[in-house]
């Protein structure tokens, strides 16, 4: 069961993180909080998870890394969200013109 809390904590900060997008779709200036959100939840978790079942996380001898194995994984939640985006949305041709207008 080691380090069966790192794709929890990733996959509970992802979903917040989808559900802030949902939440924030009319107000477009506070999506830029949903980063911050995901690292902050990712780093309570991380200690929430210490504290409750400590070997879920065998490298975190203190609070202070529980914390910032929590902190990492919730800002890797964004870098998944963009992975995916990149993969799944269709690529823009750059300049948006045809080439050859004939």
């Known amino acids: 069961m080691e380090y069966a809390s790192i794709p929890v904590v990733l996959a509970l900060c992802y979903l917040a993180g989808e559900i802030c997008k949902l939440l924030f779709s009319k107000k477009e200036e506070l999506n830029r909080l949903i980063p911050l959100i995901c690292t902050v939840l990712g780093g309570i978790l991380g200690i929430v998870i210490f504290f409750t079942a400590p070997e879920m996380l065998p490298g975190a001898a203190n609070v202070w890394t529980a914390l910032e194995i929590g902190l ?4 890797g939640s964004t870098g998944a969200n963009q992975l995916a ?3 799944f949305t269709k690529r823009k041709e750059e300049g948006g013109e045809d080439e050859n207008p004939s």
């Open 72 to 75: 990492v994984t919730g800002a």
């Open 85 to 87: 985006r990149q993969l």
